[in-house]
């Protein structure tokens, strides 16, 4: 897994970095420097619109 951040490409060991992994297999997403990359990735990429598996 690579130590980069998929988001801006920062060095994620001198952040306190969040891994992610998607699926049964847990196949790796990568890692980011912390939630607020993560985040950003996300808003950016669209990846949790209409995806919250649940509303209460
Ligand atoms: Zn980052």
Redesign the pocket.
């Known amino acids: 897994m690579s130590d980069e951040?998929v988001?801006?490409g920062?060095d994620?060991s001198v952040?306190a970095p969040v891994y992610v992994a998607e699926g049964g297999e847990r196949d790796p997403v990568g890692g980011?420097?912390n939630y607020g990359?993560l985040w950003a990735y996300i808003r950016e990429e669209d990846l949790a619109v209409g995806t919250v598996c649940r509303i209460d």
């Open positions: 951040c988001y801006c920062c994620v952040h980011f420097c990359c």
